[in-house]
């Protein structure tokens, strides 16, 4: 149930966790070329980017679970040698660091700065809104999906009420 809010109807990263401790326990890992997993069409109502990103809570419980392999596994893009972790969590955070960059330096009165720093939050903003494949629809809530995921995991990071 740690991966569980039924508060808020968020799951998420359970069966990371269940995968993890099974090799913590002494579980081998084995790979099947065959094998193929079907989801279900992700995000298919128009709030679900908002609820997708409150599922972000769990990972700061993850990752205190099972330090070493969140950072090794979870979200982590490979290119050849070129390595990335969590790109969509960094774009995130790149996009509210360069909003709040953009209002500080309009308060500085520094509007090429701002300037900027808002096409920097922009450019943010494209990699977050990649994730659902650009579609219109989804265009209205992406600029808050940032600040739904930090909220959120910063709700992960303090102690959950039995």
Known sequence: MDFFDAARGVYFREDSDFGFTLEEAGARIAREPEARVVH????????????WARRYQMDPLLERRHPERFRERIE??????????????RACF??????????????????DTAALALVVAAAALLFVWAKWRFEPMRLPLIPLVPLVLAMSMIRGLLPRRP
Do not use: N, T, Y
């Open 40 to 51: 279900p069409v992700e995000h298919p109502a128009f709030l679900d980017p908002l609820r």
């Open 94 to 111: 790149a996009h509210l660091i360069a909003v709040a960059a953009s209002v500080v330096a309009l308060l500085l009165g520094e509007p």
């Open 76 to 89: 982590v893009h490979r290119a050849g040698p070129i390595v990335v972790r969590r790109l969509f969590v």
